[in-house]
């Protein structure tokens, strides 16, 4: 199946923020990120704005020009970031604000920190936030559910889990992660169970070449688009499918890469 999106994408291999659309190779615009380093959370904040997290802060960009228009730079080891509907900001990451661990930060509209969550931990990538106010914080081998203080709840665990990526609660109760180097998508039921893998090498065409879930997003219908990451550095864009799509039971509908402007894709937000 052949794939129809616009979307933002994080190109990890070659450090650069792109506009790309399937249906036109070579249109749109790419940013160099060497200033601005590992992005690795990307949020739409309205029709022409998007935020994006780095290892320093977060910042904001132009969807249609790519046009960096708010840079905020205050830390290291930044990982996640969410802008909520009261324009207040959740930045997660390790060692922050002179804190010792996991740490959740609440900026207010003015990037005032106004409260800050800790709790013990050396790893953390992209954290959600669920329809019941918990925090989803992906840690390594396992899933954390936890809440606002980062008091634990439960943890979600699938074999094979390795740097899992990004979770994502539905209205259901249930939970969907991307693996990382499990190369796998998991979904959990509303009480925590496994209950399906799907994505994984020998469930679809071998040119997809599953190497690592990073992020993905569940589109209104259902479909699941997802980055297939394919190693750090440039010289990747010939490996596998690196946007993918599944329906929402799993089932692979088609994959996308563009060798010439991408190496190897971490970050997405379908347009």
Partial sequence: MTLHR???GYDEGKQTLGYYDTDQPGEGWTIDLAPLPQP???QRLGPEKALAGFDRGYFEVEISTGKVVKVLDRWKGVTSVHRNPDGSTLVTGVNLEGQIGVVVLTLDPKDTVVSIARREGTYVRLMRLTPAGTYLLCTDDHIL???VDLTEIRKLVAPGFRHAWMPHRFADGTT???GGYGAFMARFDALGKLVQTFGGVGTVPEEVAPFFYATFQVMEDGVIVAANWQDHGPGNGHKGRQLVEFTADGTY????SDPVRISSLQGILVL
């Avoid at 509908?253 to 996308?256: A, N, V």
């Fill in 253 to 256: 509908r088609g994959g996308w």
């Fill in 6 to 8: 616009q979307f933002l």
């Fill in 145 to 147: 559910e936890t809440r």
């Fill in 40 to 42: 690795r959370d990307l």
């Fill in 176 to 178: 969907l992660v991307s």
